[in-house]
């Protein structure tokens, strides 16, 4: 059997008693073997010294038991395989097979009584123990890289030869009471060392009636200090047989082999760091001997073979190992079975544990009782392969038609699971996954199947049709915009909007827009901005999934800048609660920007002014308190200004810009869309209402070309919000007026904190104006807002707001603010009112007087007047005028009716 070393026809005899006188004996041979491809292996042969002596008809057996005719002290053994086509293959390796010289002992053999004939056969390693073990191997065809060979014992190494060229060693080692597991390995001149290989198990239990094994119990006293120590360790004759880890033991229980002849036990203390002590007071044992005769003790012995297996299952019982003299035998099965013979075979028909009973009775009555357990299991049940399950997305289309096919709902059977999905389409593509997706491109009928595979190797198949029909002709898709605005003032930003487009047939693939000005762009809603005053032809094209296309066009008209002359601002002031209200505007815009606050602080609850729904025809404010709140406020007031989109210059060549962007939790920064001449004022309100929860946006880093710009919740909330609408106002400092409206732009140096700071106006104004102002700077990141109170016409206080959603910290280093103050010139004019008066009541009066919305404007001392001219100032808003008589005690009449004058 040509194999190299870790792979060689091994045997290993162990075990079974033998005599070398002439009689027949039993031995017990195991061996591993890798079969050829061809012929096929019928069994294997022992021969003895060249004469077969026994054989096995299992092919797949790996050991058996003979009855042998031992002449000599050594015996060789060969093995060989049984082919189909009545051959044999090469011999084995001899095995020397070296008695220990006497009559029924062990053919392991304490290792003092081996012949020394033998051992220069076989080398007997260096290792520990009493029972001889002898392996054999065949030569390696190639030794140049070979130094020697390893023997492992359960993966602990048990003995070694250096030679290249030994085929055999006999080892030695104590008998475990349970599997003992030998393998080899080949040791290379480099220094290491191949795999494992050779795998033979030997359990000495099996041979009750070979192999002497005992439960002996040892208890001692230790006297030393056993913090040192980590067990004890049992030795007999010298050799250690069992031990304990823990180093308060004082006693331990042993299975341990007991052969014959006289026994010394002891014990050592095992040092920490694997050192032991000495050696205890020895214990002296000898074992009693076995008689033959009729006075032998009675004992029942059961042989049974085999104790497992797959139901049903037939096992041997044999009882003729007992001793003693006896008369009668007597089997309990465990399954309600019984039998009276010395031996015995019994089918299990069922799986379980049972346990067999053997009672012998000798001539006088008395018995003993032995038992063993039989372990039968269910048979295997076959395998049942799983169940291909498949759906598909469509059944039929015309081409190309795009089908989702899925296979998820396929299942295996008891444990297993599917491990493999594979698609045939019929059109020569595959694909794998539980699911997949297919084009068929041709007209025709097609079969998708779908084999599924479990782990058990098992498969199962399913199919599907898919009818493609001829694709039909493609319908060119219809191009739909719309733009807002389509007229306006240089810069004018328009928002192009293509999502009308449709394909009745497909679907739109791509949107292409040429603006008319050279520029261009992509998508199905983009924005531009023209910056040259004429009328653009705007076009938009797109593309269906076929390629047709289809195109549609508007005309945008860009006018001239805006001149201050024309720059349409609108300002006034609102009560803000936290409910919504509507602001309506009086004045036209196309695009309007709305800016207002801060807020009054007629109630300390910390909020923020916040817009939505700005429109050309108004917006709406409210005062948001934090969240942390309960959001009822009570009423404040709070400016608000309303300029047109754009970037402006004003008269004196200042210059003014408004627009609105898109503001997130993260600073970014916003470039002007022209740049200014020196920093301008900045000034933001946030305009939409996305999210629900409230926000302050924080000004940083304003220079000529841009600013920087954020916006967080209440600092106890996690800093994520959805984006809102910003609108944002950029005006170089200084003072002058557009038509009626008087502006002052300013700001502070880093001096506005929590505290209340006064700001006086350079001049004072005739009334209180119009405040609108935002920090400047962003010095700390605390959540906060500003606050206003005694707004007059000499100046304001204002202050830096924290919430206190996490903390009730609200101190805040000094901050830059900001602030726009708005108000009318006084235009006086002279209005002249005619009037009715009864005549007959001239008498009781002395004259009238012209009352606007309810205040006196101005008086005449003549009863007999019907009209009156006199000086007053320009009303601003809508105003109703009325005329009252005053009699001679200074009493007043009932007014007249009104006039109402709207400017």
């Known amino acids: 059997m040509q194999r190299k070393i870790i792979r060689l026809l091994a045997l290993l005899f162990c075990g079974l008693s033998i005599a070398v006188s002439a009689a027949a004996q039993s031995i017990h041979v195991e061996w591993g073997y890798t079969p050829p491809s061809e012929p096929a292996v019928t069994g294997f042969k022992l021969y003895q010294e060249g004469a077969p ?86 030569q390696p065809t190639d030794l140049s890289n070979v130094a020697g060979y390893r023997f492992y014992l359960n993966s602990t190494r048990l003995c070694e030869t250096t030679s290249p060229t030994d085929t055999s060693i006999a080892c030695t080692a104590n008998l475990l009471p349970g599997e003992m597991i030998f393998s080899m390995s080949q040791v290379h001149t480099d220094g290491s060392e191949s795999g494992l290989s050779n795998l033979l198990v030997f359990n000495p239990t099996a041979y009750p009636e070979t192999f002497t094994f005992k439960l002996l119990g040892f208890s001692w006293e230790y006297s030393g200090d056993a913090s040192s120590i980590s067990g004890f360790r049992i030795y007999q004759n010298n050799l250690p047989i069992c031990e304990t880890t823990d180093p308060a033991a004082r006693n331990l229980t042993c299975t341990v082999d007991v052969p014959s002849g006289n026994l010394v036990y002891g014990v050592k203390a095992v040092n920490a760091d694997g050192t032991e002590s000495s050696l205890s007071n020895l214990l002296a044992y000898t074992p009693a001997t076995t008689s033959t005769d009729d006075t032998a003790t009675l004992q029942a012995v059961i042989q049974a073979t085999p104790v497992t297996g797959t139901a049903p299952v037939t096992v041997n019982f044999n009882a003729g190992s007992s001793t003693g003299t006896i008369s009668q035998y007597q089997w309990d099965f465990g399954d309600g079975s019984i039998a009276a013979t010395s031996t015995a075979s019994h089918e299990y028909a069922s799986a379980g544990t049972y346990t067999a009973k053997l009672t012998v ?25 799983p169940t291909a399950v498949l759906s598909s997305s469509s059944a039929a289309g015309p081409a190309p038609l795009s089908v989702n096919f899925d296979g998820t709902g396929s299942t295996a059977t008891g444990l297993a699971t599917i491990t493999s999905y594979a698609w045939s389409f019929g059109d020569g593509s595959t694909a794998t996954g ?119 066009s508007t005309t945008i008209t860009v006018k001239p800048q805006e001149t201050a002359a024309n720059l349409n601002i609108e300002t006034g002031e609102v009560a803000v609660t936290g409910e919504w209200v509507r602001v309506s505007l009086s004045s036209t815009f196309q695009n309007p920007v709305v800016i207002a606050g801060p807020a009054s602080f007629n109630d300390p609850a910390p909020g923020v002014i916040r817009l939505r729904n700005v429109d050309a025809t108004g917006f709406d404010i409210k005062f948001t308190e934090w969240n942390y709140l309960d959001g009822a406020h009570p009423q404040e007031t709070a400016s608000y200004l309303v300029i047109e989109k754009g970037h402006h210059t004003l008269p004196d060549g200042s210059m003014v810009e408004a627009g609105s962007f898109t503001g997130k939790t993260s600073f970014a920064t916003i470039p002007f869309n022209q740049a200014f001449s020196k920093k301008p004022v900045m000034m933001t309100t946030i305009a939409s209402n996305n999210e629900t929860d409230t926000i302050s946006g924080r000004i940083k880093d304003v220079t000529t070309s841009g600013f920087a710009y954020y916006f967080r919740e209440q600092e106890k909330n996690t800093n994520k919000h959805i984006n809102e609408t910003i609108n944002y106002l950029a005006w170089e400092p200084g003072e002058g007026s557009l038509g009626s409206l008087q502006y002052r732009v300013a700001a502070t140096a880093n001096v506005v904190t929590q505290a209340w700071y006064a700001v006086a106006f350079p001049s004072p104004y005739s009334a209180a104006p119009l405040l609108l102002a935002d920090m400047q700077t ?13 707004l007059s016409a000499t100046g304001f206080e204002v202050k830096v707001e924290e919430e206190q959603s996490k903390d009730t910290e609200v101190a805040h280093p000094a901050e830059a603010i900001g602030y726009i103050a708005l108000s009318q010139k006084e235009e006086k004019v002279l209005a002249t009112f005619t009037w009715e008066f009864d005549a007959t009541q001239e008498s009781t009066i002395s004259g009238f007087q012209i009352l606007a919305n309810g205040t006196v404007v101005c008086t005449c001392n003549k009863p007999a007047d019907r009209q009156l001219s006199c000086e007053m100032t320009m009303p601003t808003g809508p105003t109703a005028f009325t005329i009252q008589a005053v009699d001679t005690t200074g009493g007043v009449g009932n007014a007249s009716n009104s006039l109402n004058y709207t400017p």
Not at 63 to 77: G, I, R, S, Y
Not at 482 to 491: F, L
Not at 527 to 533: A, M, V
Request: charge should be negative; hydrophobic fraction near 35%; include cysteine.
């Open 434 to 552: 539980a699911t997949a997706t297919h084009s068929f491109t041709a007209a025709g009928t097609y079969t998708t199947e779908l084999t599924v595979t479990d782990s058990n190797g098992l498969t199962s198949s399913a199919s599907t049709p898919v009818v493609v029909t001829a694709a039909a002709a493609n319908i060119a898709p219809k191009a739909a915009l719309s733009a807002t605005p389509t007229s306006g003032s240089t810069p004018l930003t328009v928002s192009f909007d293509g999502s009308a487009s449709t394909d009745s047939d497909g679907s739109i693939a791509s949107y292409t827009w040429h603006f008319g000005d050279g520029s261009s762009a992509s998508g199905k809603t983009v924005s531009h901005t023209y910056t040259t005053e004429a009328s653009f032809i705007a076009t938009l094209q797109v593309t269906d999934d076929l390629g047709a296309t289809a195109t549609t």
């Open 53 to 138: 002596v026994c054989q096995t008809q299992n092919p797949n057996a790996t050991a058996m038991d003979c009855e042998v005719t031992l002449t000599a002290a050594t015996t060789n053994f060969t093995l060989t395989a049984t082919f189909s086509d009545g051959s044999e293959s090469p011999h084995s390796a001899p095995f020397a097979f070296t008695s220990d010289g006497s009559t029924g002992t062990d053919t392991s053999g304490d290792t003092g009584t081996t012949d020394d004939s033998a051992t220069t056969k076989t080398p007997v390693s260096s290792s520990i123990g009493n029972k001889l073990f002898t392996f054999s191997w065949e």
């Open 361 to 385: 009775t000798n001539t006088t009555g008395a018995s003993s009782t032995a038992i063993v357990s039989v372990t039968v299991t269910e048979p295997a049940v076959a395998a049942i392969p």
């Open 778 to 790: 962003t010095v700390n990141t605390d959540t906060s807002a500003l606050r206003m109170q005694k």
